[in-house]
């Protein structure tokens, strides 16, 4: 047992393919600058969470759980954790924090764990308190960077992506992602749903081609695209859309919602010159632009 380990773990934000991901089909995800912290050290005779996010704390205890059951460990620590953003902005803040735990509690158990190990325990950890989703935060929290995923984890594809100018905006409300989810499988007519999912599945696939070339405009177009296929599924808001709209109109090569829908943030690719005037054009709508840059390191060993 090691005295003391600190781990950090980014946050992420979904490029394209958001929902459809939960329906056994692809989509892409970077990871962001945006880290969450979990120190472990020894504290004989007890198992502690200090947690200032509240919502964290449930996702720290699964995954001791989780971690318990399958290595047969005692107890005999405290978890402390910060985070470097608000759990408000559907960033990721909650798989971050598990994936961390994970990690700390390896290392200072001295029990060897893979990256797949990794994100099979914390995958069961979400599925354990929230019941539904794909894992895609999940693998963004493990292995960082910009990833083609599949449902699961059946396909995790680092692509290499080197750089992704990118603008991110928070609508100023918090939407919860089991409750979007589960509202679109009882609103939407099966058919619909799987008519949309096919076509943004096509999306993802011609996107992951033009991102690997570099081709901005065209990558751009294909976010539009997603957008209008979410908005039809009813997942937007009206401060998205206005914010996504702005964004273009001030030269953004496109934009789109990031996550459930229902709030959260929008995301969109920039000129890397035109960037100041499409933060301002997002915030003139109402937007508030949050400063984190994507392709991130995944789960690490701070000390
Ligand atoms: O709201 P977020 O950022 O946690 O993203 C949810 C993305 C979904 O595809 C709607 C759900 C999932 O688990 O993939």
């Known amino acids: 047992m090691k005295e003391q380990v600190e781990v950090s773990a980014p946050g992420k934000l979904m490029l394209l393919g958001d929902h459809a991901v939960v329906y056994n089909r692809p989509c892409i995800v970077t990871a962001v600058s945006a880290r969450v912290w979990v120190m472990i050290e020894k504290k004989p005779g007890h198992v502690a969470i200090e947690a200032p996010q509240v919502k964290n704390v449930r996702f720290v205890e699964e995954a001791i759980s989780v971690f318990k059951r399958k290595y047969r460990v005692g107890d005999g620590f405290i978890i402390k954790t910060k985070s470097d953003f608000s759990c408000r902005y559907g960033l990721g803040s909650s798989s971050a924090v598990a994936i961390a735990t994970l990690l700390s509690l390896s290392r200072f158990f001295k029990q060897a764990m893979s990256l797949r190990e990794i994100f099979n325990l914390g995958y069961q950890t979400t599925l354990n308190i929230q019941g539904i989703g794909s894992g895609f935060d999940i693998a963004a929290a493990v292995y960082g960077k910009t990833i083609y995923f599949l449902t699961g984890g059946k396909v995790i594809e680092p ?106 943030c929008m995301i969109a690719l920039v000129p890397e010159v035109g960037r100041e005037k499409i933060e301002r054009a997002i915030e003139r709508v109402g937007g508030v632009v949050i400063k984190v840059s994507p392709n991130a390191e995944g789960v690490r060993i701070e000390s």
């Open 159 to 264: 692509l290499g992506v080197s750089h992704l100018p990118l603008v991110v905006g928070y609508s100023g409300v918090k939407a919860d992602t089991a409750t979007m989810v589960k509202n679109l499988r009882l609103n939407t007519p099966h058919g619909k749903l799987t008519a949309i999912f096919d076509s943004i599945q096509e999306i993802v696939e011609r996107a992951k081609t033009e991102l690997l070339k570099g081709n901005w405009e065209k990558t751009g177009e294909l976010m539009n695209e997603n957008h209008r296929l979410l908005s039809e599924l009813g997942v937007s808001t009206n401060r998205l859309d206005k914010m996504c709209q702005a964004a273009r109109e001030a030269g953004a090569y496109g934009a789109k919602l990031s996550g459930a829908g229902g709030g959260d």
